[in-house]
């Protein structure tokens, strides 16, 4: 009786702290287009969240997903790029074309993200292009 009493409670603590074992993922839609992204919703709960990313613009872009207590325009840049290897990036879709849809699940933990695009562009004898500092980038938020 007490093995099934303690692997009881052993099984409740490690659902919850897996966030609820396996349950659906909250769906988040975002819309990538020159020179914003829009989340909907801006948060979600802890746990599984579903980014369904539409490339709503005319140009190629990527989604990448950082947890991160800066600003939106906070983050660290060198030559127009975030610099990724400074920054918690937690994962991201790599860049695709206008009109294409993808979507990526993470398991995230509660805090403040910043989603972002991380294209920087060189065109020979114009200035850099950075999608991130020409506003590609929003505040998500996760609660517990």
């Given at each position: 009786?007490?093995?099934?009493?303690?692997?009881?409670?052993?099984?409740?603590?490690?659902?919850?702290?897996?966030?609820?074992?396996?349950?659906?993922?909250?769906?988040?839609?975002?819309?990538?287009?020159?020179?914003?992204?829009?989340?909907?919703?801006?948060?979600?709960?802890?746990?599984?969240?579903?980014?369904?990313v539409k490339?709503?613009?005319?140009?190629?872009?990527?989604?990448?997903?950082?947890?991160?207590?800066?600003?939106?325009?906070?983050?660290?840049?060198?030559?127009?790029?975030?610099?990724?290897?400074?920054?918690?990036?937690?994962?991201?879709?790599?860049?695709?074309?206008?009109?294409?849809?993808?979507?990526?699940?993470?398991?995230?933990?509660?805090?403040?993200?910043?989603?972002?695009?991380?294209?920087?562009?060189?065109?020979p004898g114009?200035?850099?292009?950075?999608?991130?500092?020409?506003?590609?980038?929003?505040?998500?938020?996760?609660?517990?």
């Open positions: 009786m007490r093995f099934v009493i303690a692997f009881g409670v052993l099984t409740a603590l490690l659902v919850a702290a897996c966030g609820g074992g396996g349950g659906k993922a909250k769906d988040v839609s975002v819309s990538l287009k020159e020179w914003s992204i829009a989340a909907t919703p801006a948060e979600a709960p802890e746990g599984k969240v579903k980014f369904s490339n709503d613009g005319t140009i190629p872009h990527e989604f990448v997903v950082v947890k991160s207590d800066l600003p939106p325009t906070g983050l660290p840049v060198k030559d127009g790029k975030v610099v990724e290897e400074q920054i918690n990036l937690i994962d991201e879709i790599e860049p695709f074309g206008a009109g294409t849809t993808k979507s990526i699940t993470l398991d995230l933990s509660p805090g403040k993200y910043l989603l972002i695009c991380n294209i920087v562009e060189q065109v114009q200035p850099v292009t950075s999608h991130y500092q020409k506003g590609m980038t929003v505040f998500f938020q996760v609660g517990p």
